[in-house]
């Protein structure tokens, strides 16, 4: 139903910004929340942010001041822009969408795009 696709994964240094993009085609009209996760090798998958149709967001605590999410509806993308980035910050980060369709709840997930910090 809707498929999403990451952009602007890379290596930084310490310090550094980056900036992902995630792009939704489908039927987005289902869409309630879409957000971000990361897992780190070893590591079990773990929510970043999330921001639901409203425009409310929520983050996760190791990145609260220096992630920001946000959300293009003509554009339908969302963003992560993630500054002050820290090594552990190095994760492959998946673009999620939350569907609900009645009763129902259905995630997508986009293919990830791989963030590492490292000097």
């Known amino acids: 139903q809707v498929q999403l696709v990451e952009s602007g994964g890379g290596l930084v240094q310490p310090g550094e910004s980056l900036r992902l993009s995630c792009a939704a085609s489908?039927?987005?009209?289902?869409?309630?929340?879409m957000g971000w996760y990361r897992q780190a090798p070893g590591k079990q998958r773990e929510l970043v942010a999330v921001?639901?149709?409203?425009?409310?967001?929520n983050y996760a605590d190791s990145v609260k001041g220096r992630f920001t999410i946000s959300r293009d509806n003509a554009k339908n993308t969302v963003y992560l822009q993630m500054d002050s980035l820290k090594p552990e910050d190095t994760a492959v980060y998946y673009c999620?969408?939350?569907?609900?369709?009645?009763?129902?709840?259905?995630?997508?997930w986009g293919q990830g795009t791989q963030v590492t910090v490292s000097s």
């Open positions: 999620n969408a939350d569907l609900r369709l009645g009763s129902h709840e259905y995630f997508y």
């Open positions: 489908g039927s987005i009209f289902s869409i309630y929340a």
């Open positions: 921001m639901a149709s409203g425009g409310s967001a």
